[in-house]
């Protein structure tokens, strides 16, 4: 346990001090997902005058602090306070007036943890999720514009992290690797019924990072776990091994994906079209990885087969709850 302990430690610290460089990547890159934008399409909403939503032995004030914060800024304890909060509320219990000015916020901090710009509150994105799921998106609560605006900052939000990949291998699960945003696509697609606008654009390898995140999640429907080459098999230490593609960020354990999600994968993931999707990833790299990816595309037609029935796999899942695929592993 000391050990993975140690090594866990070991690697944050290696992180935490190329911060500088990251964050100089960051800048570079056009990020879609655009606070300011989203709060405006929430009408710019003030701080409610009274404060009503507090149950569950939360101090109301501790909602007041996260309002008079400014701008993005919130502190992330907080937050996790309020998700939690309302995770064990329903509906109408639920104040929409703080949730207004809550919920950018929440937002936000979900944006820097999938782009890695803060790497201490997994707990609080996890419990984000939680509510997310449990309230459909809060969907009830806010308006059309506003829904739209949170699938959409989301999607954003995934597609940049998404273009941010550099590797196109790993090893272990600690750090920047593409687990994250394979872990928040599942969890979009369970709440939000708009994938194909994200796939579609995601898919088209118009960058490279786009590219490499198209060539691993192809691998993962290739190669059997121990052989996946972008994808080091599972580690005691480390993790690692290729992401479950049904699997959630957050405690999301009685919803399946949206109809309309698995029709659209459905009508649109084909052995053929991954191939040529594969090809227009290639097409974006050079080096090492320009070398990798084609690999890759010679070994697809052995490959063909076990794709098919992946997909097959993989479609029935995705219309499963993680419960109803717990059991039915079991049995």
């Known amino acids: 346990m000391s050990s993975s302990r140690d090594g866990f430690e070991s690697e944050k610290r290696r992180i935490l001090d190329n911060r500088e460089l990251w964050e100089a990547c960051l800048k570079e890159l056009c990020m879609r997902a655009d606070f300011n934008k989203l709060v405006e399409s929430f009408g710019n909403p003030e701080p409610p005058r009274l404060i009503v939503q507090g149950e569950y032995d939360v101090d109301p004030q501790v909602f007041r602090k996260l309002c008079n914060a400014p701008g993005a800024e919130a502190d992330p304890n907080l937050l996790y306070q309020y998700v939690h909060d309302v995770c064990w509320l329903d509906d109408e219990s639920i104040q929409p007036e703080l949730l207004e000015v809550v919920l950018p916020k929440c937002l936000e901090m979900w944006r820097k943890d999938i782009v890695r710009m803060d790497l201490e509150h997994g707990g609080t994105v996890e419990m984000f999720w939680t509510a997310m799921a449990r309230h459909q998106g809060f969907k009830k609560l806010l308006s059309i514009k506003q829904f739209e605006a949170v699938g959409s900052f989301i999607s954003d939000g995934i597609l940049d992290s998404i273009d941010l990949e550099r590797s196109l291998s790993f090893e272990g699960m600690v750090g920047r690797t593409p687990y994250h945003w394979f872990h928040a696509l599942g969890s979009f697609a369970t709440v939000f019924s708009t994938l194909a606008e994200l796939w579609e654009e995601w898919w088209s390898s118009k960058s490279s990072g786009h590219a490499r995140g198209v060539l691993q999640y192809a691998s993962c429907l290739m190669y059997p776990e121990y052989q996946n080459p972008i994808f080091a098999p599972w580690t005691h230490d480390r993790g690692g091994g290729p992401p479950g593609l049904w699997e959630t960020e957050g405690h999301i354990y009685d919803r399946?994906?949206?109809?309309?999600?698995?029709?659209?994968?459905?009508?649109?993931?084909?052995?053929?079209?991954?191939?040529?999707?594969?090809?227009?990833?290639?097409?974006?790299?050079?080096?090492?990885?320009?070398l990798l990816a084609s690999t890759m595309i010679e070994e697809f037609p052995e490959s063909e087969l076990r794709v098919a029935v992946q997909i097959e796999e993989l479609l029935d899942n995705l219309a499963l709850t993680a419960m109803e695929r717990r059991i039915g592993f079991t049995q």
């Open 256 to 290: 399946p994906w949206r109809e309309e999600n698995i029709a659209f994968l459905r009508s649109t993931l084909t052995p053929e079209y991954i191939r040529g999707s594969m090809q227009s990833a290639a097409d974006m790299l050079d080096g090492i990885q320009l």
